[in-house]
């Protein structure tokens, strides 16, 4: 336990007091005079009592003061936590393919025909085509794919999913060899509302508001960061039904950094078939995880 309050004290200042298995420091956030910030170093549980910024996991709470990478390893060692050693890998330049065609500038090709076709049946409109800057290929790589590109909070591109347009054998997504630790659509996100968390691109376009796509079952580091950071207050997990497993570990590790985490129930079906407004009567019916709540749902996964 003391050596959890030294770290803390270098990262905080001195703690001034402590009682009933609570130490108290002056709060980094509010800066009030008399030390509120309460922390439970044997649960890692914070709250300040003026300012009440609070949180479940000290992670979240060495996040949010910018604490140094040395100091979340030797946090993690402390907590007997895993931090995993991996080499580097080596990506691609990312950048869109030269054979990328804007589908809202209209082209007199069967190509372009197909691909906007394609397009529309997956409930795509032209305002989204144009937010999100969808293209296709017509010849290349990435021939007879929608591209769909996502952009960092800079506007700058961080990633691109390329979807084949035509129902064949062949693999239906094609992604350019970066990493993934990005946020994908970062730059439509208002960090001040609650966030939606789907699976895949046209989940999160069928969304529309506020949806960040995992292009998979787990949360990047750079995201978990920025919901910490932003001081996000409600998260909804909207995964497909199959992946209960995987949404109960989502759910856990969001319940420690998250004041608000919330489950959709998506009735068998991903939100890009459920659409827009079914979607958000959902997510409006979405109700807060607790932590009873939380066991069970580890329990049946």
Known sequence: MYELVGLLDNILGPHQKHAHGEFYWTCPFCNHHKPKLAINVAKGAWHCWVCNVSGRHLRTLLTKVGASHQDMAELARILHETVPVSTAPTYDVLALPKEYHPLWIPQN????????????????????????QIGYCDEGPYANRIIIPSFDSDGRLNYFVGRMYYDTDAIKYKNPHVSKDIIVFDRDINWKYPIVLCEGV????AIKRNAIPLLGKTIPPKLMDKLIKENVQSVYLSLDPDALKQTAHLAEDLWKNVPNVYIVPLEDKDPSDLGFERMNELIRQAKP????????LRATA
């Open 109 to 132: 090709k069967i190509e372009y025909r197909n691909a906007l076709q394609y397009t529309v049946t997956r409930g795509i409109t032209a305002g989204d085509i144009l937010r999100y």
């Open 202 to 205: 046209y989940d999160a376009m």
């Open 289 to 296: 995880l607790g932590f009873v709540d939380l066991i069970k």
